[in-house]
């Protein structure tokens, strides 16, 4: 299955994506941070036997479009989401989200229902469970690995992963290059300041007011926000599933992207 890179303007912001499939419904795929669509690149092709599969690189992030930290906020996020929706006229999709994107994901759903047709949220800030200590510290850097975003980031990753083997070079790069100069440091610090738990603990109550099919899978080993979180997610959205993979990290679309294809599949077969 064909993988194709695009950039258009959505809004205020240029914004890159992947997208594979032709299919009647829309899947949108979010990934977080330090991270870009690349992580999505095994899931994919096998969702995109029967769906369109759009994977953007969030604004601040990837290919996409730089911007303060004022328009990176999850509910920024959402908003450009959205205009990433109307320009390319897709009137609602499924949406999943990795990580900061499962936030954005749960935002949307329930903001904009009428725009979201379900919700799966794969390793996902949740509650006040984030911002990460880690992902903090980029904010005032007192040690080597948070003065360099090629050190934050392989670290991040290689402790998120359970297969930490599977990070060769060439997968490494795809990470590695958007902040890979003399200003990534300080684009990756916008990207940390404008976070904030209150912009998913303040949703709480309309989550549980949820009313759409809504899957919460999180990887057995998750170091950065591990199964708790997808269990308190399934307790407090009514009718909700719960899942935990197995030999996965944080990092689960790319410990076992197939497993993570199949149950994302087995939840739109669940969509009334």
Not at 42 to 60: E, N, R
Not at 103 to 131: C, H, M, R, T, Y
Not at 247 to 262: C, I, K, M
Request: aromatic share 10%.
């Amino acid at each position: 299955m064909k993988i194709e890179q695009k950039e258009v303007q959505a809004g205020e912001h240029k914004i890159a994506y992947r997208t594979a499939g032709s299919g009647p419904e829309t899947i949108i795929l979010m990934h977080g941070i330090p991270s870009n669509s690349f992580e999505w690149i095994h899931v994919m092709p096998q969702l995109a036997q029967k769906y369109t599969v759009i994977a953007p690189d969030m604004v601040g992030f990837g290919a996409s479009e730089r911007a303060g930290r004022e328009a990176l906020t999850l509910p920024l996020q959402a908003m450009h989401v959205l205009a990433l929706m109307e320009t390319l006229g897709i009137p609602e999709a499924h949406v999943v989200g990795h990580d900061l994107g499962g936030g954005v994901a749960q935002i949307l759903a329930v903001n904009f229902p009428e725009k979201i047709k379900s919700l799966v949220v794969l390793d996902g800030v949740a509650f006040n469970n984030w911002p990460l200590p880690s992902v903090v510290a980029l904010r005032y850097p007192t040690a080597l690995e948070f003065e360099s975003p090629v050190l934050f980031i392989e670290k991040f990753f290689r402790v998120g992963l359970f297969h930490p083997e599977l990070l060769t070079p060439e997968v490494l790069e795809h990470f590695l290059s958007p902040f890979d100069h003399p200003g990534g440091l300080a684009e990756l610090q916008e990207a940390s300041f404008a976070l904030d738990h209150h912009q998913t603990e303040d949703i709480v109550p309309k989550l549980a007011q949820l009313k759409m099919t809504a899957t919460f899978l999180y990887g057995q080993f998750d170091r950065y926000l591990p199964p708790y979180w997808g269990l308190k997610l399934q307790e407090t959205v009514p009718g909700s599933t719960f899942k935990v993979l197995p030999e996965a990290g944080h990092f689960s679309n790319l410990d076992n992207p197939l497993l993570v294809a199949q149950e994302i599949q087995a939840h739109l077969d669940r969509v009334k």
